[in-house]
């Protein structure tokens, strides 16, 4: 099956920084990327070239169509959510359904009513007099209601408490998700959302240092807390990044076949947060 | 097509003063009509109060309609300044707003282009708002007619009440044609305000006046001509001489009345859509100027709309 989002050599420069160096990506169906950069690493230009909200260079495909002059037609089928607080605050939540209904041809408004139902937002409300709790659920509740084929969701939860950040996955991953459906996704609350991915892409510097399945991860990658005695037999495997914790110093290594790191402690699959360090660190280092 | 309609809804929904300030200017016109019958307020010309009952009882015979038409025609230019007002900080905050607010990303979220988004915004300037303005206007002359009439029929003339519905329907139909060309003539105002509101960052009134005022100063100093200043004023207020005509004999006596304050006289234009004259306009060639500088104009809207990135 042809892949739902397809770059090849993306590219995009503000002045003499590049936003983005030449980026390849592929996204399949049915898949939950998460897109990981530090600040400024091109995370965001790279889903607004995605959405054709951006000019920039090389090929770049979604749904099989160049988002730059089919933009339009492109959002029948994505569905994003930049930052969910910013919704028009003059916006009332029934004018809301009514707009997306007459706008979005894929919007289903029965089940945007029933996800509704179950939270406290009233339809006469304003978007200004709820929460920002409340808009968020708004949002997801239109979002989900729609049936497309890609989400991409930039920074979804940011200023939301944790509460509403776990059901916000929660609601996501149990109502949404399914085999037809992709989501993408980018955060700074990487352990929140670790668990739900099924893929992981590192960003930096415009350019993509990590693109792995979850489950090749757990292959690839090893974490292993090392006693005093034996350091420079773990840094003589040539770890790709170390750090002290309580005393035991604690390596990352990628590549490393399972029986030559036995013997040096206990193995773990490092976190993404972990190895989102290990690789961006390691890579100035 | 259905996606026009609700995005026109959408403007609606996002600008209450659409509605709300030709309904204000309304009621507070009624309110006017009901303290002048009930006598609270007086009527002056000149420094001199009018005595408007025994003025009424000299009405000349048969011109209660023409008379109803001048009166209705002065509450029409009042709605039609409102409207002009609610047009120009519509449209200044038209492709503004929502990149202030932030939410533009929600509007781009959805299946709808930029193009339909924009033409949206003009042809809510263009016809919708001249169209709640018109029903408003409707609305409140109807209300006044029959207060008026039944306050003279009081004093002991029908004539007023007789005379109003033709007279609502000629200032109607004037006012429907009036909003009709202006908004066509406006076209190239429309869209410099939609492009001010597309290009500004901030303060769009500014962006929207200074460079025209920054042309004229120019043009004045450079080559000591005011071309553009002479083509702006057309712009403004050169539509109704070319739409209407009037000429002397279609006035007619409507109230001589001497009192001992003073002498008054009133003439009024026997039937309001006689004056309608598209033939002069539709020959302008102003008329399709205008066109070409809106469709410039727009196109840039457009453009920025579609491809500035400024998050």
Same mark, same amino acid.
């Given at each position: 099956?042809?892949?739902l989002?397809r770059a090849r050599g993306l590219?995009k420069r503000?002045?003499s920084?590049?936003?983005?160096?030449n980026?390849?990506l592929?996204?399949?169906?049915?898949?939950?990327?998460?897109?990981?950069?530090p600040n400024?690493a091109g995370k965001?230009?790279a889903l607004?070239a995605?959405l054709?909200l951006t000019?920039?260079e090389?090929?770049?495909e979604?749904l099989?169509r160049?988002?730059?002059?089919?933009r339009h037609?492109?959002?029948?089928?994505?569905?994003?959510?930049?930052?969910?607080?910013?919704?028009?605050?003059?916006?009332?939540?029934?004018?809301?359904?009514?707009?997306?209904?007459?706008?979005?041809?894929?919007?289903?408004r029965q089940?945007?009513?029933a996800f509704?139902?179950?939270?406290?937002?009233?339809?006469?409300?304003?978007?200004?007099?709820?929460?920002?709790g409340?808009?968020t659920?708004l949002?997801?509740?239109l979002?989900?209601?729609i049936?497309?084929?890609?989400?991409?969701?930039?920074?979804?939860?940011?200023?939301?408490d944790?509460l509403?950040?776990k059901?916000?996955y929660?609601?996501l991953l149990n109502?949404y998700?399914?085999?037809?459906?992709t989501?993408?996704?980018?955060?700074h609350?990487?352990?929140?959302?670790e668990?739900?991915l099924?893929d992981v892409?590192?960003?930096n510097g415009?350019?993509?240092?990590?693109?792995?399945t979850m489950?090749n991860?757990?292959?690839?990658?090893?974490e292993?807390a090392?006693?005093p005695?034996q350091v420079?037999?773990a840094?003589?495997l040539?770890?790709i990044?170390e750090h002290?914790?309580?005393?035991?110093?604690v390596?990352?290594?990628?590549g490393?076949?399972?029986e030559?790191l036995?013997g040096l402690?206990?193995?773990r699959v490092?976190?993404?947060?972990?190895?989102?360090v290990a690789?961006?660190k390691g890579?100035?280092? | 097509?259905s996606n026009?309609t609700?995005?026109l809804?959408?403007?609606?929904?996002a600008n209450?003063?659409i509605?709300?300030?030709? !309904?204000?200017?309304? =009621?507070? *016109? &009624?309110?006017l %009509?009901?303290?002048?019958?009930?006598?609270?307020i007086?009527?002056s010309?000149?420094?001199?109060?009018?005595d408007i009952?025994?003025?009424?009882?000299?009405?000349?015979?048969?011109?209660?309609g023409p008379l109803?038409?001048?009166a209705?025609?002065s509450l029409s230019?009042?709605?039609?300044t409102?409207m002009i007002l609610v047009?120009?900080?519509?449209l200044?905050?038209?492709?503004?707003a929502d990149?202030k607010d932030?939410?533009?990303?929600f509007?781009k979220?959805?299946p709808?282009s930029?193009?339909?988004?924009?033409?949206?915004k003009?042809?809510?300037?263009?016809l919708?708002?001249p169209?709640v303005?018109l029903v408003i206007y409707l609305i409140?002359a109807?209300v006044?007619y029959l207060i008026?009439?039944?306050a003279?029929?009081?004093?002991?003339?029908t004539?007023?009440? !007789?005379a109003g519905p =033709?007279? *609502? &329907?000629e200032? %109607?139909l004037?006012l429907f044609?009036?909003l009709l060309?202006?908004s066509l003539?406006y076209?190239?105002i429309?869209?410099w305000?939609l492009l001010a509101s597309a290009?500004a960052?901030?303060a769009?009134?500014?962006w929207a006046?200074?460079?025209?005022?920054?042309?004229m100063?120019?043009?004045?100093?450079?080559?000591r001509?005011?071309t553009?200043?002479q083509?702006l004023g057309e712009r403004v207020?050169g539509?109704f001489?070319?739409?209407?005509?009037h000429?002397?004999?279609?006035?007619?006596?409507?109230l001589?009345?001497?009192?001992?304050?003073?002498?008054?006289?009133?003439?009024?234009?026997?039937?309001?859509t006689?004056?309608i004259?598209p033939?002069?306009l539709?020959?302008s060639?102003?008329l399709y100027?205008?066109f070409v500088?809106?469709?410039i104009?727009i196109?840039?809207a457009?453009w920025?709309?579609?491809?500035?990135?400024e998050?």
């Amino acid at each position: 099956m042809s892949p739902l989002v397809r770059a090849r050599g993306l590219s995009k420069r503000f002045g003499s920084v590049a936003a983005l160096d030449n980026v390849d990506l592929e996204i399949g169906q049915g898949r939950i990327v998460g897109l990981i950069g530090p600040n400024g690493a091109g995370k965001t230009t790279a889903l607004k070239a995605l959405l054709g909200l951006t000019p920039f260079e090389g090929e770049l495909e979604v749904l099989g169509r160049d988002p730059r002059r089919h933009r339009h037609t492109v959002m029948q089928d994505v569905c994003f959510i930049a930052d969910v607080a910013v919704l028009p605050r003059w916006l009332r939540v029934s004018q809301a359904l009514d707009l997306t209904e007459g706008l979005h041809p894929r919007f289903n408004r029965q089940r945007a009513e029933a996800f509704l139902s179950r939270t406290s937002i009233k339809t006469r409300s304003r978007v200004r007099e709820l929460s920002k709790g409340m808009v968020t659920q708004l949002h997801l509740a239109l979002v989900m209601a729609i049936d497309a084929r890609l989400l991409v969701l930039d920074e979804p939860t940011l200023g939301l408490d944790i509460l509403f950040r776990k059901e916000f996955y929660e609601t996501l991953l149990n109502d949404y998700f399914d085999q037809d459906r992709t989501i993408l996704v980018t955060t700074h609350q990487v352990e929140e959302i670790e668990h739900i991915l099924t893929d992981v892409v590192f960003i930096n510097g415009g350019r993509i240092v990590l693109n792995e399945t979850m489950d090749n991860i757990g292959e690839r990658y090893a974490e292993i807390a090392v006693g005093p005695e034996q350091v420079e037999q773990a840094r003589s495997l040539g770890p790709i990044y170390e750090h002290e914790v309580f005393g035991r110093t604690v390596f990352v290594f990628e590549g490393q076949p399972r029986e030559r790191l036995e013997g040096l402690g206990e193995r773990r699959v490092p976190g993404i947060a972990d190895l989102f360090v290990a690789k961006i660190k390691g890579a100035v280092a | 097509m259905s996606n026009m309609t609700i995005l026109l809804r959408r403007e609606l929904w996002a600008n209450p003063a659409i509605t709300a300030a030709p !309904a204000i200017i309304g =009621g507070l *016109l &009624l309110l006017l %009509t009901i303290l002048a019958v009930v006598g609270a307020i007086s009527v002056s010309v000149g420094d001199d109060p009018v005595d408007i009952v025994e003025a009424i009882k000299h009405i000349e015979p048969g011109t209660a309609g023409p008379l109803m038409q001048m009166a209705l025609a002065s509450l029409s230019v009042t709605f039609n300044t409102v409207m002009i007002l609610v047009i120009t900080f519509y449209l200044l905050d038209a492709l503004y707003a929502d990149r202030k607010d932030r939410s533009i990303l929600f509007w781009k979220s959805l299946p709808v282009s930029d193009t339909q988004i924009v033409l949206s915004k003009l042809a809510t300037a263009a016809l919708v708002i001249p169209a709640v303005t018109l029903v408003i206007y409707l609305i409140t002359a109807f209300v006044i007619y029959l207060i008026s009439g039944s306050a003279v029929a009081f004093a002991g003339s029908t004539e007023v009440l !007789a005379a109003g519905p =033709g007279a *609502l &329907l000629e200032t %109607t139909l004037t006012l429907f044609y009036a909003l009709l060309v202006q908004s066509l003539w406006y076209m190239p105002i429309f869209g410099w305000l939609l492009l001010a509101s597309a290009w500004a960052k901030r303060a769009v009134l500014l962006w929207a006046v200074l460079p025209p005022v920054a042309l004229m100063l120019i043009e004045d100093m450079v080559f000591r001509t005011t071309t553009i200043a002479q083509l702006l004023g057309e712009r403004v207020v050169g539509v109704f001489p070319l739409a209407f005509r009037h000429r002397g004999d279609m006035d007619i006596r409507v109230l001589e009345h001497s009192t001992p304050d003073g002498d008054l006289r009133i003439t009024a234009i026997d039937g309001l859509t006689s004056m309608i004259q598209p033939g002069t306009l539709l020959a302008s060639p102003g008329l399709y100027g205008g066109f070409v500088v809106a469709a410039i104009f727009i196109a840039g809207a457009i453009w920025l709309r579609r491809y500035r990135d400024e998050s």
